[in-house]
């Protein structure tokens, strides 16, 4: 990139930052004044109160398997569209068009929209939650197993056809023994997003233990917020520790050795949990039926919108852009240190590094809307709750992604300036950073494009931005603002995804 460019940019990148700040209100006064509310909270959170242990280990049975059946129900849903949705693949240019576009529309609404959508139509519990899971997951998972088979050598599947071998072959062979890597690692990241998602999905009505924790939050019950929050936050690192190990012998694994047989039982535990999950789900899918004439009548009321507050929306989503903006640049800030002191291959005492690493795994594990209300009562209502939550749920992330960076670097490099005889900050510079710093820029890109959308969730919870003129449009059956409201956001998630993904191709 020219050099004047790139100070252009530089430039540009500074002044929307500080414009950020300025909208989101962010304020190290406002914090300051709040430290004192945060520890009162913090005290009275202790000692946990687990009486309603039972009861705890019930919801959060409930919560996995929402998580698990949506996973589920939108992986089959998916996996054909992403086949027909491959450039490579495709039957044709029309299809193609279609499903990318439907995936992009499906990606750009947040899944806390679609949970209160289905609260309101079909019923307050965990088929709502499901169902929420299910289109947010086509979304992602979509877009994923596109990029999964645009990534296939096409030789082989060629070699296959030239010997007149039948489709079927053609498939197995030829496209899923090369694709399946791939999608299965997709499928378990998603299965691990969409057991966190379940968490939060509560916090509406769409079941699990998030419709409890929410409500001890309400009656200032703050122990047993803690007691719930400490089994969340184990079950949660626990599923993290599994998937990154399934994850790993997917990837690595090969039908000439053990691993193979491994990758089998990782294959029918997965098979098992998800029957398992049926006997701990209580959605009734009978009240589906009932529920899809209120659903068609919520969907076909957004028409004709409502544009009528338009002005008030527009400021209220660069208010939510803004949010997304000093969230990541927050987050950004908090995990360039953490991220060095995780990563394997830098000197860092080995009780330091697990304190981290246990505090990286608590933040990714806690909901940004769970955090985002729990600031709220600390620093009060607007922007700045939203922003720091985002941020702290981010950095669980971005710790993690740099973490991994800064492990995977090429050391030759570091080692031809230690023998130079260079200085520490010389080498730090030209060795690490000018290795890292590109795939950093991309974690950043990604994560300003997934903050946009957890921007346009904060106001249900009275934390800025959109979402809290959303969830009384919904609540007082306005559904053509509504609908207004979610065009909205689909154009601009929409806009900032493809920006961000522009230059993330051009940055790696």
Not at 131 to 139: E, K, M, N, R
Not at 434 to 460: C, E, W
């Amino acid at each position: 990139m020219n050099k004047k460019v790139e100070y252009i940019l530089w430039i540009i990148a500074f002044s929307v930052t500080l414009w950020s700040f300025q909208v989101s209100q962010v304020s190290m006064t406002a914090l300051i004044e709040g430290y004192q509310y945060g520890i009162d909270l913090i005290k009275e959170m202790f000692p946990p109160n687990f009486k309603n242990f039972d009861t705890i280990v019930a919801l959060l049975l409930e919560t996995v398997a929402m998580g698990v059946w949506g996973t589920i129900i939108g992986t089959i849903i998916s996996l054909p569209l992403g086949f027909l949705g491959a450039r490579n693949l495709s039957p044709n240019t029309m299809v193609y068009f279609l499903i990318n576009e439907l995936t992009n529309i499906l990606r750009s609404i947040p899944d806390i929209v679609y949970a209160l959508m289905f609260v309101v139509s079909i019923a307050v519990g965990s088929l709502a939650g499901i169902l929420a899971i299910v289109f947010a997951t086509i979304g992602l998972l979509t877009k994923f197993y596109i990029e999964s088979f645009e990534s296939i050598d096409m030789k082989p599947i060629e070699a296959i056809k030239s010997t007149g071998s039948s489709y079927a072959y053609m498939l197995r062979h030829g496209i899923f023994e090369q694709a399946l890597p791939l999608i299965s690692n997709h499928t378990l990241y998603l299965l691990d997003h969409n057991i966190r998602i379940a968490m939060a999905l509560g916090l509406v009505g769409a079941g699990g233990i998030g419709m409890e924790l929410y409500g001890e939050l309400r009656y200032f019950n703050y122990d047993k917020v803690a007691a719930m929050l400490m089994c969340i936050l184990v079950i949660l690192s626990l599923i993290d520790r599994v998937s990154n190990y399934a994850r790993d012998i997917i990837l690595h694994s090969s039908k000439h050795n053990k691993e193979y047989f491994k990758k089998s039982f990782v294959a029918i535990a997965f098979i098992a949990l998800g029957i398992i999950s049926m006997m701990y789900s209580p959605a009734e899918f009978a009240s589906l039926i009932s529920g899809i004439p209120r659903l068609y009548e919520a969907i076909t009321g957004f028409f004709p919108l409502d544009f009528k507050r338009v002005n008030a929306f527009a400021f209220l989503m660069l208010e939510t852009i803004a949010m997304a903006i000093a969230a990541t640049v927050i987050a950004i800030g908090f995990s360039l240190p953490l991220g060095f002191i995780l990563a394997k291959n830098i000197k860092v005492s080995a009780p330091i590094r697990i304190i981290v690493a246990e505090f990286i795994n608590f933040l990714r594990a806690m909901p940004d809307l769970l955090f985002a209300i729990i600031l709220v009562s600390v620093i009060g209502l607007g922007p700045y709750a939203g922003v720091l939550a985002i941020a702290l749920h981010v950095t669980g992330f971005l710790a993690k992604f740099y973490a991994e960076t800064i492990e995977s670097i090429d050391e030759k490099p570091i080692e031809a300036l230690n023998s130079t005889g260079s200085s520490k900050l010389h080498i730090l510079y030209h060795g690490y950073f000018k290795q890292i710093v590109p795939l950093f820029h991309s974690y950043n890109l990604y994560m300003l494009d997934r903050n946009v959308r957890a921007s346009t969730t904060m106001g249900l919870v009275g934390a800025g931005g959109i979402g809290f003129e959303l969830i009384m449009s919904i609540k007082l059956f306005e559904y053509q603002q509504t609908g207004t409201i979610i065009l909205l956001i689909i154009i601009v998630v929409s806009i900032i995804s493809k920006v961000s993904s522009y230059f993330r191709k051009k940055l790696v």
